[in-house]
């Protein structure tokens, strides 16, 4: 990825999707405003952050879900 900030955050939400992640946390972590953030995220990922963390927290529910090791009861 290009935008090593970026990545920084992509990195964190990846390594702990069950943290409770916040605009400002991830701000922090890449250095930049929560303005900047955004904007930035958005731009590079084509999505904003929020949505990109909820996709893949669902990616992660579906795939325990398909494997059996959650039933959804």
Known sequence: MSDQRIAKSLVAMHAKPAH????????DLAGMSRTSFATNFKQVMLISPGKYLENMRLAIARKLIESGIVTGK
């Not at 409770?20 to 701000?27: G, I, R, S």
């Open 20 to 27: 409770p992640w916040t605009l400002e946390t991830l701000a």
